[in-house]
């Protein structure tokens, strides 16, 4: 039977997880292998533990796209069916803001690919910021013609950033030397203590594994569609993270990986020549900005769920004449130009380091949230068999989260504490509106 008209105009399976696995692999494993040097060759266990962890996650958000296969909004959608407004409130801010924190360092890793070809980027912070301006508006502008769209760019630029990964991957593994393996821990601090901070850091290379289930409703057949892109999109992007992850590590010496701003296009030369830099890099930034177009993508629809549900102003409702939700894209790029803009003087492995830990403090909420809604959803609607693993696969989950929130850092956790409490008087002013008029 063909698709209908309207089903056409929404994403199907390959188009939902390259929306995932778009989103995951941008700027998290880019400048990685640098950002975790210091840490030596334990960072590859930080790898596993993040992946393990993130497993329950999906497990988590793939289990609640069947339990509200049309919720839009994703963690935002799951937490207030769960836990009420207010927690589902704080889900939506926090999960609007991580998006614009991790747009920005998404961002960052994209002009560090373009420096490849481009020095003056590396150089100057004013053609950086310029580009990186240039960037974030032109997808605004893409993704503002319509879900499929962006969606269609979403599927191209996954493709092509995929290949070159593979191949410094695969290539990479007749290169190594274990001696770059050494030290195994070279934090200065306990086995554990390492561990945590490089499971940690990896973990934001796992953010967007819930990005299938934002936009439910513009995804065809969500009750089997959603599920599937979230454990493929996972899959796909495991193997990536950790095969590529070793191969370079085991390519370049740990001193020069500290210090390295395109840590994979240095291995691509060790592998396949000095021209190979220039064509890792162009891959890179495909990725980068693949990744934040699938990010942009879902800028709109986060805050138009919350707006829909009158806990956001009703200006983020409004639709263009693509169906786009295009207030929330335009503010959301406005802040992502900001936080990208506001720090370019610190370097950008170490900015990048920075965004990373606050984006992934404003999402771990979201996801900490959702695992316990799960069981909460599940009650609502008698859904008693399975209970005790359903009990099980929620506890993991939200105790991953919240390890995984302990270990961000006390700064991270201090800045992005005040940016989730800034949210409030927000609330209370819209609460107070929408009790007015009842």
């Known amino acids: 039977m063909p698709a209908s008209s309207s089903e056409k105009n929404k994403l199907g399976l390959w188009t939902s997880t390259s929306l995932v696995v778009g989103n995951m692999i941008g700027a998290g494993v880019f400048l990685m292998p640098a950002a975790m040097a210091s840490y030596g060759s334990i960072g590859l266990l930080g790898w596993v533990f993040s992946a393990i962890g993130s497993y329950f996650l999906a497990k988590v958000f793939s289990n609640l796209s069947k339990l509200l296969p049309h919720a839009t909004g994703g963690p935002y959608a799951y937490t207030r069916n769960g836990l009420g407004d207010f927690a589902g409130f704080l889900v939506a801010w926090g999960y609007y803001l991580a998006v614009a924190c991790a747009n920005a360092a998404i961002t960052i890793s994209f002009v560090s690919a373009l420096s490849t070809f481009f020095p003056v980027l590396a150089s100057s912070a004013i053609t950086a910021i310029a580009t990186g301006l240039c960037t974030i508006w032109l997808l605004t502008y893409i993704n503002t013609r319509g879900v499929v769209t962006g969606g269609k760019v979403q599927l191209v630029t996954t493709i092509l950033k995929v290949t070159p990964l593979i191949l410094v991957a695969i290539g990479g593994l007749f290169f190594i030397q274990a001696k770059n393996f050494s030290p195994f821990n070279g934090s200065g601090t306990t086995i554990y203590g390492a561990l945590t901070a490089t499971a940690t850091m990896t973990m934001f290379a796992f953010i967007g594994i819930e990005s299938a289930t934002v936009p439910a409703g513009s995804v065809a057949n969500p009750e089997k569609t959603i599920p599937r892109a979230t454990l493929l999109g996972l899959l796909i992007a495991t193997l990536v993270y950790i095969l590529s992850s070793f191969s370079v590590i085991g390519i370049i010496p740990a001193e020069a990986l500290k210090h390295s701003v395109t840590p994979f296009a240095d291995a691509a030369v060790v592998i396949y020549g000095s021209n190979a830099r220039y064509w890792v890099s162009a891959g890179i930034a495909i990725a980068a900005f693949g990744s934040l177009n699938g990010w942009t993508l879902l800028q709109g629809q986060m805050p138009f769920a919350i707006a829909s549900d009158k806990l956001f102003p009703a200006a983020f409702t409004r639709k263009n004449k693509k169906g786009v939700p295009y207030v929330g894209i335009l503010v959301s790029s406005v802040m992502v130009s900001l936080f990208m803009s506001m720090n370019y003087t610190k370097g950008l ?49 939200f105790g991953y989260a919240l390890w995984t929130i302990a270990g961000t850092g006390k700064e991270a956790v201090y800045y992005g504490f005040l940016l989730l409490m800034g949210g409030i008087p927000f609330y209370v002013w819209l609460a107070y509106k929408k009790n007015s008029r009842d």
């Open 349 to 397: 492995v170490e900015q990048f380091r920075f965004l990373l830990l606050l984006s992934l403090l404003s999402i771990l909420i979201p996801y900490l949230l959702s695992a316990a809604s799960y069981l909460i959803i599940r009650v609502k609607q008698k859904q008693v068999d399975g209970l005790t693993g359903a009990v099980i696969l929620a506890i993991l989950a």
